[in-house]
């Protein structure tokens, strides 16, 4: 079993993603395919006037702050026009896709963050209003079902809270989840960037070769959206995964290139 987060970037090659999933498929790997769409859901709220505001946690971390009117955009882009899009990408060539939000069938649950303590401007501030969590629980059953009839799970955010609220969540991290829950071989990250870079935005500074039990001490390298990929990849190796790997997704067979050894394997 294969789990292959393809990034929401706007310079992540989909067609490619695609076509190699559909290869990899077809020669009978067992594959679950999750997405971003941070690009997408930018132009968006652009295009609808409800521009995205980013949140920098008190630990460090960004994200986007999500009100309801965000989160109705953040589905449009995510659950619709990216989810459709890869869909329609895979059932062009042949492979009978089907995509899913983490909210449908309870697919990821977790519980929503009811405040989250931010930085602005240099100052402390609690963000209410605001509809974020973390995956806490998978519903490997659905998506076994899935799969033994054949289908390819595609999925994507919001999940779901325990009292039945959409959550926006972090794409890595259920992705990391997923394969924990499925038992994966392997976790594939498909980004912007060959791999996890020493120096960003230098790419000749790429690290090959993480050692589980170190990734922790990489942290420091990944920077902004980064962190939340090398804490998903910590994640998923504590949860059973064996490899974890950060790679290409701007480039042709992305997927495979990465099984071939490409990219930052952390294993
Ligand atoms: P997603 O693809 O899931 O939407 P992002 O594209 O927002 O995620 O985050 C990954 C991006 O982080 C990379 O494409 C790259 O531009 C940037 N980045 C920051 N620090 C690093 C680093 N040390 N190595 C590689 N990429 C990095």
């Not at 006037?49 to 309801?68: E, N």
């Not at 492979?95 to 401007?121: P, Q, T, Y």
């Not at 955010?157 to 499925?182: F, H, K, M």
């Amino acid at each position: 079993m294969l789990v292959v987060k393809i990034g929401g970037g706007e310079s992540i090659n989909l067609e490619a993603c695609c076509a190699d999933a559909a290869e990899l498929v077809k020669a009978r790997q067992r594959l679950v395919l999750v997405h971003g769409g941070s690009h997408q859901t930018n132009v968006l709220s652009q295009a609808l006037g409800h521009p995205a505001r980013f949140a920098t946690s008190v630990s460090g971390y960004q994200s986007r702050y999500t009100d309801r009117r965000t989160l109705e955009i953040f589905c449009m882009a995510y659950a619709g026009q990216v989810n459709k899009r890869v869909v329609e990408l895979l059932q062009a060539r042949g492979v009978n896709a089907l995509g899913l939000s983490g909210a449908d069938g309870r697919l990821w649950e977790g519980e929503r963050k009811a405040a989250i303590r931010i930085i602005e401007d240099g100052k402390k501030k609690i963000l209410r209003d605001d509809y974020t969590g973390r995956v806490e629980r998978v519903n490997s059953a659905l998506l076994e079902l899935l799969l033994g009839a054949g289908y390819l799970p595609v999925l994507c955010p919001p999940a779901i809270s325990y009292q039945g609220e959409l959550i926006n969540v972090d794409g890595d991290r259920a992705a990391a989840a997923t394969a924990a829950a499925l038992k994966a071989e392997a976790l594939i990250l498909l980004t912007g960037a060959p791999g996890l870079l020493r120096e960003f935005p230098d790419e000749s500074t790429l690290i090959p070769h993480i050692p589980a039990r170190q990734v922790e001490e990489f942290m420091p390298f990944a920077q902004g959206r980064m962190k939340k990929k090398v804490m998903g990849a910590s994640e998923a190796l504590a949860g059973g995964v064996r490899q974890v790997i950060f790679a290409d997704g701007r480039i042709e067979r992305p997927i495979s290139r990465a099984l071939e050894g490409a990219g930052t394997i952390i294993s």
